[in-house]
């Protein structure tokens, strides 16, 4: 079974620029998150998906971060425009339709603003 | 709001030795995930616990959720160089949304 895919690996931007991160969860997975993990502290929820559906982004900065998924599978989620306190890994995670079941994560993207 | 705090920080432990990391939260565990996650890598799942008292091992590795739900432990016993990693304990952060919160993680060195 293929895990959560994400790409890319690594992005290097300057601040004030735009970038966007893909995410493409296990099949069959219903819920989908990204998470923010600064370095030397664990992961922050920012959204989480439940189909193509929003379920929580109350951590989610709106004034410059968006996130989408279209058609409940492939999730986008976009920085516009960046600020150097964004450096960090960006995670996406997956799991079965119930919140009991254990998220699955993607291998992260690593994000750096100068 | 609910906070997880994980000790120590950092460990560094001879190899075949045991260890325990620990996990307190200020507030009642509704549900308790345990990740291992390498540098530059995703987390990787090990084991979930939600009722008190309950402990579940892998392998060398045991996880136990106190009485009370507020803590949990990891137990690691003769430790490998594979065991090395940053361990974060995630939770709940109410009843069963999915939504998870982390501690800041324990580094764990295992010398060879």
């Known amino acids: 079974e293929a895990g959560v895919a994400q790409s890319p690996r690594y992005k290097i931007i300057e601040k004030r620029q735009s970038v966007a991160f893909w995410c493409n969860p296990i099949s069959g997975h219903a819920t989908l998150y990204w998470y923010q993990q600064i370095l030397g502290q664990g992961p922050k929820l920012l959204i989480q998906?439940?189909?193509?559906?929003?379920?929580?982004d109350s951590q989610l900065p709106k004034d410059r971060f968006s996130a989408e998924r279209l058609k409940g599978v492939d999730s986008t989620l976009k920085i516009q425009p960046a600020k150097l306190e964004d450096s960090a890994v960006y995670l996406c995670a997956s799991s079965l339709d119930s919140p009991l079941y254990e998220q699955y994560f993607g291998p992260g993207t690593r994000l750096t603003v100068t | 709001s609910q906070e997880l705090e994980q000790s120590p920080q950092s460990l560094i432990v001879q190899e075949g030795k045991n260890l325990t990391i620990n996990c307190t939260s200020s507030k009642t565990l509704y549900g308790l995930y345990w990740y291992k996650q390498k540098y530059g890598e995703g987390l990787i799942f090990l084991m979930m616990l939600q009722k008190g008292g309950e402990e579940k091992s892998h392998e060398k590795i045991t996880a136990k959720l106190d009485e009370k739900k507020q803590q949990s432990s990891l137990h690691i016993t003769a430790s490998q160089p594979s065991h090395a990693g940053i361990y974060l304990c995630g939770a709940d952060n109410a009843s069963n949304t999915g939504k998870l919160i982390f501690g800041q993680g324990t580094t764990l060195q295992v010398k060879p």
């Open positions: 998906f439940q189909n193509n559906g929003v379920v929580d």
